[in-house]
C-alpha cells in the first residue's frame, strides 16, 4: 500500500512518523512537501519536494506511482493544493482525507475582527492602529503595501519579497513561540494591532494570549473551507484510524500491544 501526505506541517510530519514507525507489511509512505520554506523539516519515510503542475500532473503522479490513498495535511491556507488534490482524487478514484487542525475559537476578552482576506484585513488596519505585527507569512505582502503611514513588524521563516510595506521591519523566527516572548515583543515593538491567520495549533498561539492581555484588536483571516464532499479529521491519530479502517492496515509491530 502507498499513502502520499500532502505535507509540510507538524500534523503531517506526526504522522509520517506513525506510519513510518515500526514493520507494517507493506506500506510506504511519501510525503510531499511545496519547497516554499528554506530548510525545512523532514519528514519520516520518502519525501518529495516541489509542485506537482496541477490537478492534471498531481493525477498522473498517483497513477504513476501507484498511490492508494492521499492525505492532505497542509497548511489550513493552502487552499490551492487542497483544491488540486480534490480534484485529483476525483480523476483516478483515489480516496483523500483531509487533516486539518481545528481553528482558534475566541475567548472572554479577546477583540477579534475576522477578515475573508488579506486584501479585507488591510482595509481594517488603519481604523484599529498604527504599529501593527503581521503574522500571515512572507506570501500576500502587497495587500499592505499601499499602507504607507503603518508601521509593520513582519513574521516569517523565510525573507519576504516585494512588494511589501515602506515601513517594516522583518523579524525571521520559526515557532513554537512563547507566552513570556510574545509579551516581550509587543511591549519592545509598543506594537497596537495584530494580524494573524486561523492556522490553529499550539505552536503560535501564544501571540493571541499576548495581545488579548494587552487590551490589543486583533484581525484574524479566516481559512478558506475543505473542498466539499471530502471527510475531515483533526489530528494524525484519527488519520491513522482512518487508514487502517479503510485499508485494513495492521498494527504497527513494534507496539506494547501486539
Sequence with gaps: MHVLILGGTTEARRLAESLSAGTRAGLKVTSSLAGRVGAPRLP????????????????RWLREHAVDAVVDATHPFAGTISSNAAAAAAATGVPLLALSRPGWVPVEGDAWHEAGSLEYAAGLLPSLG????????????????????????????????????????????????TLQAERELLRRHAIDVLVTKDSGGEATAPKLTAAREAGLPVIVVRRPPVPTGIPVVTGPEAAVDWLADRFGLGPDRTSPDT
Design 130 to 177: 498604527r504599529r501593527v505585527f503581521l503574522t500571515t507569512g512572507r506570501l500576500g505582502l502587497s495587500a499592505f503595501a499601499a499602507l504607507g503611514d503603518l508601521w509593520f513588524l513582519v513574521r516569517s521563516v523565510d525573507a519576504p519579497q516585494a512588494p511589501a510595506p515602506a515601513r517594516m521591519e522583518v523579524l525571521l523566527d520559526r515557532g513554537p513561540f
Design 44 to 59: 519520516a519515510g520518502d519525501v518529495r519536494v516541489g509542485g506537482f503542475g496541477g490537478a492534471e500532473g498531481l493525477a
